[in-house]
């Protein structure tokens, strides 16, 4: 496994454990996050910033949340992770 895919794995263990401060360590200060879902949502958020105003309200959002990894791609230093989420 990579160094990359291992970081997003890492980042996802501490989504699943609702740690936003170790979430944001998973992530450089310019760091550009895009979410897709089906059908058709997405959101985009750049830096740190706008990262930890949208995991605090999804923390807050759901009683219980979790993703689990189906896959990883990896190109360099990016990544793309295909997830199913649950929340209630």
Do not use: Q, W
């Amino acid at each position: 496994m990579s160094d990359v895919a291992a970081l997003v794995r890492r980042y996802v263990e501490r989504y699943n454990s609702n740690d936003v401060d170790g979430m944001l360590e998973c992530c450089a200060d310019d760091v550009a996050f895009e979410t897709v879902t089906n059908p058709g949502g997405s959101i985009k958020l750049n830096g740190k910033d706008e990262m930890r105003e949208v995991i605090v309200a999804t923390t807050r959002a759901f009683r219980e949340r979790r993703h689990d990894v189906i896959a990883i791609i990896v190109d360099g230093e990016r990544a793309a992770a295909e997830t199913v989420f649950s929340g209630v």
